[in-house]
Each structure stands twice: as C-alpha cells, then as structure tokens.
C-alpha cells in the first residue's frame, strides 16, 4: 500500500512569506505526526495530532507555526512570516494510533528553504 | 526531560566486521527505545524497539540492539556490516507520557569494503 506522503517535495521562499506544507497519511492511521530536521541534527517533535484535535502542541517552536488536520486524515503545516532560521527538511509520519509502542511510518519529507 | 545521546558523529567498520553504535538516553519512568535508519534521500525507517521484556532485540536487516537499564544504554549491533548498511542512524525515545518521540543527533555509519 501507499506510505505517508508530502509534498512540495521541495519549497523555496523568501523571508517574510507564508508557506503551506502537506502531509497524506497512510490510509487508516489515526495519529500524525510533525517534525522538523535541521542539518546535521535528528528529527525534532513538534505536534502530533490523534484524528482531528492536535494532541500535543509542545514542540511548535512560536505562534508562526500552526498545524491542521481538519478531517482527520490529510494534515497541513502552516508557518507564517518565514525566517531564515526556519529552513530545514519537515517530516511527517503517521501511526495506526497514537499508543506509546506503536510504530511511526515516516515520509520522505519536505525540504524548505527560506532565502 | 527526555533526552538521547549518540557520541560518535561517525563510526567506521570494515565489511564483514561487526559494528556498534551507541546510544545512552535519559527519561522518567520506562523506556521505549527505537533504532531508525536514514538513507539519502529517503524517509527515516524502522529498525527496531524495546518495550519490554527480553533486553535483546532483533530488528530488521539483521540489526539488534541491547537495553541495559543500568547503564540506560541502547546500543545498535550488528554481527557482520555490509557496505550497504552505511547509513546515517538514530536513537529515540519516548517516555510515559505517549508517542511523542525524542531522537538523538544520528550517528553516520561508513562500512568500507
């Protein structure tokens, strides 16, 4: 079957402008989750939702980012007033719930760079 | 709070040799502990976890990893490294409080033929 995908697959911007990236889940996972992967670092948590309500919030690092996923399905990460310092590759996995042991399928990512 | 380490930003290992790669971690209560692997240009895959039970695991591709609760040690083994096991490799962790995951930094795996 199909795994998690996202696209753009790439995303350029400039500083000052608002991006969209989008996350499809694999086809009955319920849980999704976001995070970000700066160079040279592992992935970092930022918000994961359990269907349609964001879960935890935690990892958002300010009000520019903001995530939804209105239907419980397809989910969409927002960041407003890009910033050089926001550049980096955006993971999405899903899980078939949102259990503590469950495996996380992760897609290929979005990398966006703000110039 | 919950956090990895992985001390080696690289390990090197001849084919055929085995390899470690280590991970330490820091949480409250008991562990779930994750091997993943990131190939260029791909999304991160599983390895394997621990749960519980026995302090060996064995996961995909031949890997296994060892939990030591003493030493709050996860590291990654494998008997016999191919040149295609190079990769670059992460520890994660999640605490009691759910799926939330912490990852270490990655540690980049060379196997030379």
């Known amino acids: 079957g199909a795994g998690v995908s996202q696209t753009p697959s790439n995303k350029v911007t400039e500083k000052g402008k608002y991006v969209e990236l989008r996350c499809d889940p694999i086809?009955?996972?319920?849980?999704l989750y976001w995070y970000r992967q700066s160079l040279g670092q592992g992935p970092e948590f930022l918000i994961y939702?359990?269907?349609?309500?964001?879960?935890?919030d935690s990892g958002l690092p300010n009000d520019r980012f903001f995530a939804v996923r209105p239907e419980g399905s397809v989910s969409t990460l927002k960041i407003q007033r890009t910033e050089r310092g926001d550049s980096a590759v955006y993971l999405c996995?899903?899980?078939?719930?949102?259990?503590?042991?469950?495996?996380?399928?992760f897609g290929p990512g979005t990398r966006l760079t703000v110039l | 709070a919950q956090s990895v380490a992985q001390p080696e930003d690289q390990v090197n290992v001849a084919e055929g040799n085995p390899l470690t790669v280590k991970c330490t971690y820091s949480?409250?209560?008991?562990?779930?502990l994750f091997w993943y692997v990131q190939y260029p240009n791909r999304g991160l895959q599983f390895l394997l976890k621990?749960?519980?039970?026995?302090?060996l695991v064995k996961g995909s591709y031949g890997f296994e990893a060892e939990f030591n609760k003493s030493q709050t040690s996860f590291h990654l083994k494998k008997p016999s490294a191919l040149v295609s096991d190079s990769a670059l490799y992460f520890c994660?962790?999640?605490?009691?409080?759910?799926?939330?995951?912490?990852f270490g930094a990655g540690t980049r795996l060379f196997v030379k033929a």
């Open positions: 996995a899903s899980s078939l719930n949102s259990g503590r042991d469950n495996e996380q399928f």
């Open positions: 086809s009955g996972h319920t849980a």
């Open positions: 939702f359990q269907g349609t309500g964001a879960a935890d």
């Open positions: 949480v409250s209560g008991n562990p779930y």
């Open positions: 621990y749960i519980t039970g026995d302090n």
């Open positions: 994660a962790v999640r605490d009691m409080g759910g799926p939330k995951t912490i």
